[in-house]
C-alpha cells in the first residue's frame, strides 16, 4: 500500500543534512503524522491521473469523435416489461459518481480497502467458495473460474473452443448459425460505430427487417453493447478475428461514452440495464484484447456501477441508488464478474451488499426468486437469481440450486429468450443428463427459429414471446440473446467443471 510504504521511506530513507532543503523536507515529514502523509501521497496521485485521464486517447478507438455523435440512450432493454409497465420513463436520481473515487480505482496501488471508504478487505462470506483467494478478491474466488480471464478461454482458443462445442452438444449447425448472427449485426451497424435498435434508422436496412425497436431507438448504449457481446463471446475483438475493423468502432462507441460520463455509458433517459450491459462488454473487450485503453472505460463504468448499488438493500434498478430489481442485478453481477475476469477493481462490499439483495427476494431456501421481493418468484428472474447464486459461490451440490435448476429443467426451454438466455447458462454449468435434454430443445429451437434467407439471414424474431423487452427491443435484442444462446458451449467456462479440475489438483 502506498499510503504505508511511502511515509515509512520519507521518515527513515531519507536521512539529509537538516540544514539542506531535502534534510528539511525530510524532518518535516518525520513531524507530520502518517495519515496526513498518506493523503498528500493520495493526492497526488489523483492530480497524476487528473493528467492521464484529460490526455485524449490514441490510435484508432476514436472516443472523442464518436461521442459527439453518439445520440443519448433511453429506455432499458431487458425489463420485465410485462410486470412493470408503470415504471418507464425513469425517475429522475441525481448522478452519484465522483470523478476522482473513479480515478482512485483506477490505480491499483491506491485501490485497497482502506481508499475506497470500504469496510476491511476481509469481509467474511460463507457463500464464497475457494479459500486460496485473496481477501480482497471476493468475486475472484467465487465458482471455479477464479480471477484472469480464466472463464473466457474458451473463447479465445480455437481447439479449445471446437471441444468444447462437442462435448456441450453443439455442433457444426450452431456454429455456423453463430456466424451468420454475427454477419447481421456487421451489416447493421451504423455509420458511427454503434448499432441502434431502431433497424429502420440503419442506412444498409432501412426498415428491410422487420420488428425493428424504434420505442428504443434511444438506447444506443443498450444496442451497442448487446451486437457486441455474441463477437466477443464467439472470440472476437478489434484485435483478433474476421472484424476487427467494425469492433474497433463499436468498441470505441462504448467507451467514448464511459468516458464522456465519466463512467455513465447511458444518456439521461437511459437506464441502468443498459450500463451493465456495457460495463460487460468494456470489461471483456479488455481482459480479451489487453489493450491498455480500454483498462480506465472499462473501470469506470464499473465504478458507476458500484456507486450507482441501492445503499440499503443492496440491489440496482433503473437509476442510481433505486431499491434493486432481480433483473437489473443480474446484469450489474455479470458486469462486476466480467470486472474480475478482467482484474479491475470490484469492491468486495459491493458484492456482499448484492448477495444481500439476492437473499431478500429469494424463497424456497433459494430455490426460486422474486422481481423486488420474495413474493413473486417467476421462471425468468429464477434463472437470472440461480446463476447468480453459481458465479457468487453456491457448490453444485446445493439442495436449494439443485431445486431449482430441477424446476427449471422440467419447465424446458419457453419462447421467452430472456428465460432462456439464463436458464440455458444454468443448466449448462451444472451439465448432466438435464442439460443434454435441454440443449436438445434449445439448440434446435434455434436452429429452427433463424432467418435462413434475405435480408434477415441470419437473425431471429419468429416464435419469440414478446415478452421481457423483446417486443419493444426488436430483432437486434432477440439475435443477440439467441446468438450467445448458442455460444453458450464457450463462452464461459463451466463453473463446477473447472471447480472439479482445480479441487483435483490440491489433493
Ligand atoms: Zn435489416
Known sequence: MAGQTIP??????????????????????????????????????????????????????????IVSNAPESAEDIGDLADEMPDQLPMEEVTDPVVVPDAAVENVQVVADAEDLSAPAVAVELSDFGSELVQPSDLLAGVGGIAGQAGGLGGRTDPKMRQQLVLAGGGNAQTEAAVEAALKWFISHQMPDGGWSFDLAACPSCQGQCSHSGKSRAKDRCGATALALLPFLGRGYTHREGPYKKQLDAGIAFLAGMSLKGEGKCYGEDGTLYSQGLAGIVLSESYAMSKDPRLQLPAQLALNFIMTAQDPVGGGWRYSPKQPGDTSAVGWQLMALKSG????????????????????????????????????????ARNAVGLLCRMYLGWKKNNPALQRGVANLAKAGPSKDLYHDYYATQVLHHLEGDAWTAWNTRMRDLLLNTQAKRGHEAGSWYDGVDGGHGADAAGRLYCTALSAMILEVYYRHLPIYGQQSVEEDFRE
Open 340 to 379: 474480475d475476469m478482467a482484474n479491475l477493481r470490484v469492491n468486495p462490499l459491493t458484492v456482499k451488499k448484492a448477495v444481500a439483495f439476492l437473499d431478500s427476494v429469494q424463497s424456497d431456501d433459494g430455490a426460486a426468486y422474486g422481481y423486488t421481493d420474495k413474493s413473486t418468484p417467476g421462471p
Open 8 to 65: 515509512s521511506t520519507g521518515a527513515a530513507g531519507v536521512r539529509g543534512d537538516p540544514g539542506s532543503a531535502r534534510g528539511l523536507a525530510a524532518g518535516l515529514l518525520r513531524q507530520v503524522p502518517a495519515w496526513a502523509v498518506s493523503m498528500l501521497v493520495h493526492v497526488i496521485i489523483l492530480l497524476a491521473m487528473a493528467l492521464i485521464v484529460s490526455e485524449p486517447p490514441k490510435a484508432d478507438l476514436r472516443p472523442k469523435m
